[in-house]
């Protein structure tokens, strides 16, 4: 736990690799998606160390197919075919699901960003969220909220203390 921040439940068989926090912040998040990606073994090795930056992640729909945009894996050091860091990378996505997803883009003016990346029985899922940008007094009002949560866990630890 630590420092007073919640720890994320992982679901058995479910190990986090990173999770966007600015997405939480800068967008409200309406319903979520589980995808696949399509991967090259360099990447896979460097999720599997840890590395990734979800912060500018977002996902857009071309020819009936996803592609996540914007994650940064790392590339391998040493590694003789490597990976270009910040590629596009198809999604693996149900028919459906991506129908739904460009019909709230479209009709809403929604986004897709990427909320978090874990590995699920082994594969490398990322879960997507649509989402509509806060407003900067939405923002405000989220820090205050998050201020206020934080001053309330002080308050009940030094009562504890005694």
């Not at 699920?120 to 205050?144: I, Q």
């Not at 206020?148 to 308050?155: N, P, T, W």
């Amino acid at each position: 736990m630590g420092r007073g921040t919640k720890k994320e439940k992982e679901a058995p068989g479910e190990k986090l690799i990173v999770r966007n926090k600015r997405a939480t912040f800068e967008y409200q998040l309406g319903e979520r998606y589980e995808a696949g990606m399509s991967l090259i073994g360099s990447e896979v090795k460097m999720l599997r160390a840890g590395g990734a930056d979800l912060s500018d992640a977002w996902c857009a729909i071309h020819q009936g197919e996803a592609f996540l945009n914007g994650a940064n894996i790392p590339e391998l050091p040493g590694a003789a075919f490597g990976h270009v860091a910040k590629r596009p990378r198809k999604l693996l996505l149900h028919k459906e699901e991506i129908e739904d997803i460009q019909r709230a883009v479209d009709r809403d003016g929604m986004t897709v960003v990427a909320t978090r990346m874990y590995f699920k029985e082994g594969r490398a899922k990322v879960e997507l969220a649509l989402a509509k940008g806060k407003k900067a007094v939405d923002k405000r009002e989220s820090l205050k909220e998050k201020e206020a949560d934080r001053e309330a866990r002080a308050a009940v630890a030094r009562a504890r203390r005694g």
